[in-house]
């Protein structure tokens, strides 16, 4: 069974540019989350996707924005990087349902850093 | 809203030491909860977890007793070693919120030989 991959694993952008960063979600998991974990911080919850469609958002701007395709891998997007969106990007996937007793599969991360 | 608070670190002990670290939350409802390791440089992986009042969750020495009287669920292992070394996070996933975890700040323990 292969576990939740993220890519690329690091990643260097300037003020004002745009990324986007990738999940492969878990053999058998239709549902995607993602974080934000800033330096020193838990992780923060952006948004989750299950079925393709957004399904709840954290306290996040509108230039944070995912997809989540048919084989259920997804991508975040993040427009108009500032320095304050320097942090590790956590990728996690869930079996089918979203219930709050589903664990959260976590992959490796991405680590943005934006100068 | 719902949050996790934990106790703040680092936590330094030696190793076969008893490790304690608390986590209490706020919540409406009955949560799930949850305890994840991060290893410096890696993401999170599921330490344990327990999804109604009265659980324990176990898993590689470490347990953890959901309390909703005390709205707790404090993380202990009996003797630690120099490899649990690492950051303890804390989460809740609470009713009708679709599976999102909310999670603490984070313990970061330290064990030395």
């Known amino acids: 069974e292969t576990g939740v991959t993220q890519s690329p694993t690091h990643l260097i952008k300037t003020r004002g540019q745009q990324v986007t960063l990738r999940c492969s979600s878990q053999?058998?998991?239709?549902?995607v989350s993602w974080y934000q974990q800033a330096l020193g911080q838990g992780p923060q919850f952006i948004f989750q996707?299950?079925?393709?469609?957004?399904?709840g958002r954290g306290n996040f701007p509108p230039r944070f924005s995912g997809l989540q395709f048919p084989n259920y891998s997804s991508e975040l997007n993040v427009n108009a990087l500032e320095l304050d969106d320097s942090a590790l990007y956590l990728c996690?996937?869930?079996?089918?349902?979203?219930?709050?007793?589903?664990?959260?599969?976590f992959g490796p991360g991405t680590r943005l850093l934006v100068l | 809203g719902n949050s996790v608070t934990q106790m703040e670190g680092p936590v330094t002990l030696s190793e076969e030491a008893f490790l304690t670290i608390n986590c209490t939350y706020t919540?409406?409802?009955?949560?799930?909860l949850f305890w994840y390791v991060q290893y410096p440089g890696e993401g999170l992986q599921l330490l344990l977890k327990?999804?109604?009042?009265?659980d324990k969750g176990s898993n590689k020495g470490f347990e953890a007793t959901y309390r909703k009287e005390t709205t707790s669920f404090h993380l202990e292992k009996g003797s630690v070693q120099v490899s649990d070394s690492a950051v303890y996070f804390c989460?809740?996933?609470?009713?009708?919120?679709?599976?999102?975890?909310?999670f603490g700040q984070g313990t970061e323990l330290s064990v030395k030989p």
């Open positions: 919540a409406t409802g009955y949560p799930s």
């Open positions: 053999s058998g998991h239709n549902t």
């Open positions: 327990a999804t109604k009042a009265d």
């Open positions: 996690a996937s869930s079996r089918p349902g979203t219930g709050r007793q589903e664990t959260q599969y």
């Open positions: 989460a809740l996933s609470g009713d009708n919120q679709g599976g999102k975890l909310i």
């Open positions: 996707y299950y079925r393709e469609e957004e399904n």
